[in-house]
């Protein structure tokens, strides 16, 4: 252990990020890796769309966060680098601030993920913003897979009264609905991964 | 499966944190869950050399308008690796950083400083077999910001890096040696004492490019593979 190299510190991502990470989408003139279009016209798999705001303690809506998810093909496996090779691929990444929308929301136009592992379908998130020295961890689960979601180890980890906190409902076909709040009696869980 | 090594606390900043304001209403209260690390985790965004032009890595001229940026000229040059000192090959670092006089070109930035119509302050660029990467790059300048009364941020370039796995995913700052601002900045004291060095770089006469550019080395250590290594 002790010939272990210290880790590289985390720091805030900090309020201009957006022409650095997120410069398409905020309408800068140059481009950027990933966007909130995960799924292209030809992947394979059940359409949906994943959106949502993000709360501060104090209730008040976030307008400088960014929200990345990477998640895993309608089979349940994840892109590889030979994936990532093909710029034409699926990827399963997305990335999206929430400045840019008016109601500073998050959207994500994707493919529900298939389950792997024993785990149910979900996305991966990490969530970054101005206040946050290091990321957070978090995951979207769908309301509408209730059998899995039953036995899915991850969300067996989480008190039962905060499951739901993970659980995205389905707000009307093909549109989910996913709000992160930082703190308070509905705070979102965040994990330490 | 085995996983990613975890956060090391004594060199990671907390996420309430009393000298930075906005932590106070953003930072979770509640504990983070830990989970296992299954393919979520250890598998990840691998962005390589295809995803960079042959400007991104060049912040003198990818934002050229009709001349020359203003500002120091300098190198950004560095090694990623994983905790066992392994480079971490052909993968992503993305950086953005405010210009000569401390402006960024973010629409929302409203500091009084001039904008460069010659820089725009991002880039990206892919390490190599070895885990280096290089940018070429404007000296950043300091600017104020309403943490607290006559609140200064030191000079610094922001880096987003993905590393091997969703779990080794690092957005951090790198800051210069010898800046006055460093002991004031509660971003930068957020992090234990005796890890804050870890985000300086180090002056580097070595890896300058004389007549042309000062260089800095900011070599950048990511979670990784959980893998012991070989004892004798």
């Not at chain 1, 994500?108 to 990490?126: E, R």
């Not at chain 2, 090391?8 to 989970?35: F, H, N």
Request: glycine share 10%; hydrophobic share 35%.
């Amino acid at each position: 252990m002790s010939n272990r190299l210290r880790q590289t510190p985390s720091q805030t991502l900090g309020p201009f990020f957006a022409y650095g990470l997120t410069a398409r989408q905020y309408g800068y003139d140059f481009d950027q890796l990933a966007d909130g279009r995960i799924a292209r016209d030809d992947t394979t798999g059940t359409r949906i769309q994943v959106t949502g705001q993000v709360f501060d303690g104090a209730g008040a809506l976030i307008e400088d966060a960014m929200v990345e998810v990477w998640q895993a093909d309608a089979d349940g496996r994840y892109p590889d680098a030979a994936a990532f090779a093909d710029r034409h691929a699926f990827h399963g990444f997305g990335r999206c601030g929430t400045g840019a929308d008016p109601a500073r929301r998050f959207v994500f136009d994707t493919i529900k993920p298939g389950g792997h592992d024993g785990q149910a379908p979900h996305l991966n998130v990490i969530l970054t913003m101005r206040g946050l020295l290091l990321h957070l961890f978090t995951r979207i689960y769908f309301a509408d897979e209730a059998a899995a979601n039953e036995t899915d180890p991850v969300l067996a980890l989480v008190p039962e009264a905060r499951r739901n906190t993970l659980i995205a409902p389905l707000v009307q076909p093909g549109l989910y609905r996913f709000d992160i709040r930082m703190q308070g009696d509905d705070e979102t869980v965040f994990f330490d991964v | 499966m085995s996983g990613f090594s975890r956060l090391q606390p004594d060199v990671q900043p907390g996420l309430i944190d009393p000298g930075y304001r906005s932590t106070g209403l953003r930072g979770p209260k509640a504990p983070l869950i830990r989970i296992p690390h299954g393919l979520g985790e250890t598998s990840g965004p691998r962005f390589g050399a295809g995803w960079v032009g042959p400007q991104d890595a060049d912040l003198t001229q990818n934002g050229r308008c009709n001349g020359e940026p203003l500002g120091e000229r300098i190198i950004v040059t560095g090694r990623v690796l994983d905790e066992y000192g392994r480079p971490v090959r052909d993968t992503m670092v993305e950086v953005w950083q405010a210009n000569a006089a401390g402006r960024y070109i973010h629409k929302s930035d409203q500091h009084a400083a001039p904008l460069d119509p010659n820089f725009r302050g991002s880039g990206r660029c892919v390490t190599d077999g070895e885990g280096r990467y290089r940018f070429l790059t404007i000296k950043p300048g300091a600017y104020p910001w309403r943490n607290h009364p006559n609140a200064w941020r030191p000079n610094h370039i922001h880096f987003s890096l993905f590393g091997q796995g969703f779990a080794s995913r690092l957005v951090t700052q790198m800051y210069f040696p010898g800046d006055p601002l460093l002991q004031l900045d509660p971003i930068h004291n957020s992090v234990p004492a005796d890890a804050r060095e870890l985000l300086i770089a180090r002056f580097d006469i070595e890896a300058t490019e004389p007549e042309w550019a000062l260089a800095y080395q900011f070599d950048i250590v990511l979670r990784g593979p959980d893998a012991t290594p070989m004892e004798p």
